[in-house]
T-cell receptor
């Protein structure tokens, strides 16, 4: 399968713990995006990378959130000192990145985080 | 990105056409209209996009109003596998690549 993969698929943690999610984009996709989706809502943009450079961060991304894409391939999203409000589906998407408004984003299946 | 407005839910009978409307009255002249859908327990998937002219692909057709303030996604013959939440969004031609999703339209297909 050459689609976007995310691990783990589910994560249950206690409030105050740190969690890290991984996203493996489609090979040769230069852009990688992170979104968050809560129940009944559409996905909300968090941040995106062009290769290894993080180009934009949403105001939703508090200081407890950090994302990296160290070699321009896979990416990690870390949440420190988790809060119950962090419970959501975290979606990763990738795109070729050089097609402007034609750039189709391919989404992974998401990581569902539950903070107890 | 332009704000989009869609009905919360729609129903359609299987094997009949479905017309999913979207209003984007604040769209700028260079914004593209994109549609994604999200099947249950999956991430969103791209459906179609357009600028001014109507567009067709293997999944659907996109009809864009002449003033571009609204568009309609057309599924020509709905199947049970088309049951999903459909999102309409816009993308600027000037590099604002992030997708802004509303709450979408939940499409139910009646067998």
């Amino acid at each position: 399968d050459t689609g976007v993969s995310q691990n783990p698929r589910h994560k249950i943690t206690k409030r105050g713990q740190n969690v890290t999610f991984r996203c493996d984009p489609i090979s040769e996709h230069n852009r990688l995006y992170w979104y968050r989706q809560t129940l009944g809502q559409g996905p909300e943009f968090l941040t995106y990378f062009q290769n290894e450079a993080q180009l934009e961060k949403s105001r939703l991304l508090s200081d407890r959130f950090s994302a990296e894409r160290p070699k321009g391939s896979f990416s990690t999203l870390e949440i420190q000192r988790t809060e119950q409000g962090d419970s959501a589906m975290y979606l990763c998407a990738s795109s070729i990145g050089d097609r402007g408004p034609y750039d189709e984003q391919f989404f992974g299946p998401g990581t569902r985080l539950t903070v107890l | 990105d332009a704000k989009t407005t869609q009905p919360n839910s729609m129903e359609s009978n299987e094997e009949e056409p479905v017309h999913l409307p979207c209003n984007h009255s604040t769209i700028s002249g260079t914004d593209y209209i994109h549609w994604y859908r999200q099947l249950p327990s999956q991430g969103p998937e791209y459906v179609i996009h357009g600028l001014t002219s109507n567009v067709n692909n293997r999944m659907a057709s996109l009809a864009i109003a002449e003033d571009r303030k609204s568009s309609t996604l057309i599924l020509h013959r709905a199947t049970l596998r088309d049951a999903a939440v459909y999102y309409c969004t816009t993308l600027s031609n000037f590099g604002n690549e992030k997708l802004t999703f509303g709450t979408g339209t939940r499409l139910t297909i009646i067998p």
